[in-house]
Each structure stands twice: as C-alpha cells, then as structure tokens.
C-alpha cells in the first residue's frame, strides 16, 4: 500500500513537472510581436526636484507617452515651462503637470503681484 501511493505522487509530481517545462518553452519558443503605436511627447523631471526649485532646461526632459494617454495638464515643450517654480516636490521621470507648477514668474513691466501692498497714493 505504501509503495503505491508512493509511486502515484512521484507520477504526478514528474507529469506536473513535464507539463511546466513544456508550456514555458511554448510560450518563450512564440515570436516577439511590435506594435507601432502613435505617440505624444511629454514633458518630464530628469531628476528629483524639490519643491521652489525654478524650471531649468537641464531639469526636463521629453518622453513619449501613447496617444490619449498623456496625464491631463502636462506640457508638451519645455520651452512652456522654463523660468517657472515647482509648488511639489517632484521625483525623477515624473510628468510636470499645470497644477504643479507655479505661474509664469514674468511681469509684465508695472505690475505687481496681488499679494504685495503698495502704498496709498497721497
């Protein structure tokens, strides 16, 4: 009795065993298939950026994300945002976003921010 259960578990465990190594090679044995998807470029940090750090050319980076995939708010050029400051601190490779992004620091010649105050004229 004990040799035949003996017998059935090491037939299973060599017919499972055969069955695995088999399906693996099927599978890696199937050709690589391309797809040629359309893209849209991104812009991203090229590295860690902590929060007020002003938008630098070296700071960026473009990747090409699929179409219609791209997160809502990010720019497509980094010419869009250079000269602008960081509200979060952002990781490598990260999409810059709109919302993650200070307003352009560029005023126009005599005006001043909101938060500023300025002396009643007398």
Avoid: H
Wanted: zero cysteines.
């Amino acid at each position: 009795m004990r040799n035949r259960v003996f017998a059935v578990l090491a037939l299973a465990v060599i017919a499972g065993g055969g069955l695995a190594y088999g399906t693996y090679n099927a599978i890696n044995g199937q050709p690589v298939k391309s797809v040629n998807a359309p893209t849209q470029p991104v812009v991203v940090a090229a590295a860690n950026l902590s929060l007020g750090t002003e938008l630098k050319k070296d700071d960026l980076t473009v990747v090409n994300f699929p179409q219609g995939q791209a997160p809502e708010g990010s720019f497509a050029r980094p010419a869009d945002i250079i000269g602008r400051g960081l509200i979060v601190s952002t990781v490598r490779n990260e999409p810059i976003l709109a919302a993650r992004a200070a307003a352009s620091t560029s005023w126009r010649r005599g005006a001043r921010p909101a938060s500023r105050r300025t002396r009643p004229r007398r």
